[in-house]
Each structure stands twice: as structure tokens, then as C-alpha cells.
């Protein structure tokens, strides 16, 4: 009977053995893998008998570790006896009271808390840190609380036959595998009769193939889905007035998005538009805000913050028929670079990519909102989808869009839509409702290509960018 190298060493190792987990035969990766596809062909010549189980595995999320280092929320408030509800952080508000009062650590007196019991060896803690030895309830408590991701791993079992272990007797010395093919061993014949790592390889050039980047990549698709339902793109620069960038969208000039700490702000002041469309944003903002609105910090000058700014100059545009309602309304989309004044870290960047998105029409509805985010995503490949309330200062209703990710078992916030608010689009095209939307477009890239840092796209990385597809999505 012909053996492989690598069914050799199963069967030697498995001897006598009994039932083995053949990833436990040995500490390589790479020879792991080769065990496994040995295994099976054992399996066919009838010299062993293999049981494949699926097991569950338990990973901490990033909020997870957070909570591990910082303590959990409701350990947190079990500390803060005699402190009133409104002092706790978002978090221990949200999170840690509701979780403190039902393990009756706490009660609510006054608005305040009266600690009632010290926790002491957390079992949720516990088990957090160590999900393998965690019981079954704990396990779902915290994966139910987003804090564990639960995956399912397939170990393989391994025994050999009363012909296998026949087989194994017989097995004599074997010769040592030659992992790289020389030019010396192939011009001096020494290749002959040797044992090749199924890895073997020959010195060759590495060739540099020229490729789109993954993000133009990424680009290229949304726009293909975005004509393909009927929108038409937006185009604009990415120096942008303060007037289109946050008047025109309602924000108020004090606030706090405006600061130095949120914006860069450019030499030299921009144009305003005209008058008459200056005069409505003056007037909607001393009306709905109660302040004297001033030109001079409208015409200063930013990196754009949204591509929303180039949604309002195309709301400004709209022609008279739509103005009055007797269109059939306009559905634009912009795929844009985008600029906050942020600390970097694996999830934010200080430029990055949105994705815009507005359909004015006055037969529009909430409903219609929903259902273009679902088809977009569900084009994109994200079956699963869900929305949350949200507060944005310039759409009302508002609501945040995560999508479930199934490489890690979690959702994910990827944007945030709405109502533009009446005083907002009245002055600029005096068309309401007008739906709309920002995403993200690098955190949906992360989830598609496995990435943990959001950095990866911009570090210019050659083996990363080597190893990204060529072709078409």
C-alpha cells in the first residue's frame, strides 16, 4: 500500500495510542493541516476511523477587555453608595444600575444609591476571564451582553483500525522532509528519491502586480449599487465653507462640533452664496435658535466634517417643479473623503470615507428610509440589519443602522440616517420630508476583509496590499 510522509508519521504516532484529537498531534499550523487531510486518507484505505465534532468557543470582545481592566459597570456603581443617579456615567446609568440592582447589590433611595452588599468574586468576572472553565449560564449571560462572541471550532478524532495498527508494525525509518527546492539539488540530482514538505518551494522572483487599492475597490461597488437603485452621485471639494458645512444643516454657531477640538479650520474666508438663500438659513437660525447669527463665522473656512455639506448644496439647486412638490423628486449619493480633528486609534481616523446619501421627494417616509438602507446593505452582503433610535442635530427622527457580521458573531454600528429636519431644507429648497444618511465605509471594509485596525487601510502596508484580490468582488 502507497503511504504519504505524512500518513507515515499519523500512523506511527497513533500506534497503541487509541482515540486522539489530531490537532493535538502536533504544534505546527501548517503540519496540523496536513495531519487533518492525512487523516482522512487513512480513513480511506480503511487504516483508520476518524469522528469530527463541533465544539463551541468563546472570544472576549473589545468591550469585554474594556471592562476587565476598568471593572464592569454594575461593580463600578456598587461602589458608589450615596451618589445620585444623575453623577454616574453613561455607562453605569445605562449598564451597571440595572445590573446592580438585580444582582441586589444596590437599591435606588431618592434618586440616590444605598449600597447594600460589597461584591466580591464577581462570577461574571470570573468568567470572562476565563470562558473555558465558565458554566453554561454565565457563558450566555455574557454573550448575551455582547461581552463574549461565541464561534464554533471542529476538532477531529482519530483512531487507527486493527489494519492500521498492522500497517503502523511495518513502518520503518522516516526520511527527513526537504522543505525547499534548490537550484543546487536540481542541477546536482540530489532531488531524487527525497521527501517533499507539501509546502516545498523554489527561489523565485516575487512579482510586483499593479492592483486597485481596496478602497477605490470598495468605492467603485457602492457606487455601481447606488446607480443600480435609481441615484444619481453628488460631486465636491473638500474645502468647505462653515456656511455649508453647518449653517446650512441648522447647527448652531456655538456649537460644540465647531470647536478647534472637532474641525480643522483653513486660512482665508469663503464665499457666501446668495442672498436670498443666506438670508432664509439667518432667519430660520434666530428663529429656531434665538441668537443674532453672524456672516463673518460663516465664511470661514474647514475641511469638510461630512459629505452632508455637499447634500445641501444640491438641495440648494433643486429646480422650482420640485420646489413646489409637482416632481417626482431627486435621489443623490456621495462617496467622499471627510476630516474631524480626532486622536487616532483601531476604530477612528482623522480622515476617512462617508458615504452620503438623500432622496427628496415630498411622498417620502420613514418607511421608504428604512427599506433603501436594507436593500443597500443587503446588496453589499450584510443580510442582517437593524436600527436604533439616535439624536443628530439636523435630522428628526434620527436613527443609527448596525448590521450583523458573521466572521465574529457581533453587530455593528456602521452610520447614521434620518428626517432632515424642516428647518433645514425649507430654506435652501423648501422641499420636506428629504430622507438621509451618513455611513461609514472603512468599518464595513473591516468586518469584509477581517481586519481589527482600521489603520491597515492607510499604512501603505505592501504585504497587506500584495495579499488583497485583484479581481471583481
Known sequence: ????????????????????????????????????????????????EVE?????????????????????PEVRVAGRDGKAIGELGEEEKKIGVMWAKRNGWIAIEGGKIKALKRPADYALEKAARSPEKAGKNELETLA????????????????LTKKG??????????????????????????????????????????????KR???????????????????????GGMLESAFWNFDALFQ?????????????????????????????VKASHEEGWKYPWSAEEARKTVLRTHTTAVSARYLAKLDETLRKGGGEGKKYFCVGRVFRNEATDFKHLAEFHQ??????????????????????????????????????????????????????????????????RPEMTKPL??????LAWGLSLERPMMLMEGLEDIRTFYKNDLDWLKGSKIGKD
Open 52 to 72: 469530527e465534532r463541533a465544539e463551541k468557543e468563546y472570544r472576549r470582545s473589545a468591550e469585554c477587555e474594556r471592562f476587565l481592566k476598568e471593572g464592569f
Open 252 to 280: 448652531p454657531q456655538d456649537h460644540p462640533a465647531r470647536d478647534l477640538a472637532d474641525t480643522f479650520y483653513m486660512e482665508g474666508k469663503s464665499e457666501l452664496p446668495e442672498k436670498k438663500i443666506v438670508d432664509k
Open 355 to 420: 458615504v452620503e446619501g438623500i432622496v427628496a421627494w415630498d411622498g417620502a417616509n420613514f418607511r421608504h428610509l428604512l427599506g433603501l438602507l436594507k436593500e443597500f446593505y443587503r446588496r453589499l452582503g450584510f443580510e442582517k440589519i437593524r436600527f436604533r433610535p439616535s439624536y443628530f442635530p439636523y435630522t428628526e427622527p434620527s436613527l443609527e443602522i448596525e448590521v450583523f457580521f458573521e466572521g465574529r458573531k457581533e453587530w455593528m454600528e456602521l452610520g447614521g440616517a434620518g428626517i432632515f
Open 144 to 159: 448575551g451582553r455582547g461581552l463574549l462572541v461565541e464561534s464554533e471550532h471542529r476538532s477531529m478524532l482519530i483512531s
Open 429 to 434: 429648497c423648501g422641499v420636506y420630508p428629504v
Open 213 to 235: 487599492h481596496p478602497i477605490t475597490r470598495m468605492t467603485d461597488r457602492i457606487r455601481q449599487i447606488f446607480i443600480e437603485m435609481g441615484f444619481e452621485e453628488m460631486e
Open 165 to 210: 495498527e498492522e500497517e503502523a508494525k511495518g513502518i520503518g525509518e522516516i526520511k527527513e522532509e526537504i522543505g525547499e527546492l534548490t537550484h543546487e539539488m536540481i542541477t546536482s540530482g540530489k532531488w531524487k528519491g527525497a521527501e517533499f514538505s507539501p509546502y516545498a518551494a523554489a527561489p523565485a522572483a516575487d512579482e510586483h502586480l499593479g
Open 1 to 48: 500500500m502507497i503511504l504519504h510522509r505524512q500518513e507515515k508519521i499519523l500512523l506511527k504516532r497513533l500506534r497503541g495510542a487509541g482515540k486522539k484529537n489530531v490537532d493535538g498531534l502536533s504544534a505546527e499550523a501548517g503540519e496540523r493541516d496536513a495531519f487533518r487531510r492525512a487523516a482522512l486518507w487513512l480513513q480511506e484505505k480503511g487504516l483508520a
